[in-house]
Structures are given as C-alpha cells and as structure tokens.
Nanobody
Framework: QVQLAESGGGSVQAGGSLRLSCASS????????MAWFRQAPGKEREGIAN???????NYADSVAGRFTFSQDNAKNTLALQMNNLKPEDTAMYYC??????????????????WGQGTQVTVSS
C-alpha cells in the first residue's frame, strides 16, 4: 500500500511564500510519476506540477515561474516551493503518484495514489 503524506500548508498574505512537502516511507519516488494537485471549493482538482520518472518537470501556466517542484531522493521526499502567492492559489493541495507517466500529467484520473491534502490559504 503506497502512503503519501503532505505537510507545510498554512495561511499567508498575498506575495508570501510557503513550502509544501510530500513524504512516503513505502516507496521510492524516482520510480513513479509524481504530481501536485490542488482543489478549491466547488472546482475540479487541478494539476499544477509534475515530475516524470526521468526527472522532467512540468507546470501549469497558473503557477509557472512562481512554484518549483523538487525531489530529494536521499530523503525520499518531494517539495513544492510556492512564491509570490496569490489569493487564487487558496485551495487544498495534494501530492499524487502513478506507476506510469501519462502525457496528460495534469489529469487527476491518471494518478492512483494520493495524500490526505494540506490546506493553503492566501489572503489579500
């Protein structure tokens, strides 16, 4: 059973930064496609960043240039550094994993392992 656990969410003012982490003690990240998703109330889950199993990173236009997805294989953790946060970034953020890498990395249906989520709230 793959287990993922996010941490690092919180409340911040617009323009501020947060760093989310995703930890797992049950598998090795580099063998999976990993991604961060977010979901705001009343909206569909949105793919915002992913790392393929060859290390390629992809970002949604809404976060490109502000968010950075990194992987620490030694610690078996992932991090999402979020800078210049905006009120529209307010959402529950989820770490996700898949044993295969689909071309449509942003589609939540392509991931079968999920963390419990961590809330990010950005005030104006």
């Amino acid at each position: 059973q793959v287990q993922l656990a996010e941490s690092g969410g919180g409340s911040v003012q617009a323009g501020g930064s947060l760093r989310l982490s995703c930890a797992s003690s049950t598998f090795t990240y580099r063998r999976y496609c990993m991604a961060w998703f977010r979901q705001a109330p009343g909206k569909e889950r949105e793919g915002i960043a992913n790392i393929d199993n060859d290390g390629t990173t992809n970002y949604a236009d809404s976060v490109a240039g502000r968010f950075t997805f990194s992987q620490d294989n030694a610690k078996n953790t992932l991090a999402l550094q979020m800078n210049n946060l905006k009120p529209e970034d307010t959402a529950m953020y989820y770490c996700a994993a898949s044993a295969w890498c689909a071309s449509s990395w942003w589609n939540y249906r392509n991931y079968n392992y999920w963390g419990q989520g961590t809330q990010v709230t950005v005030s104006s």
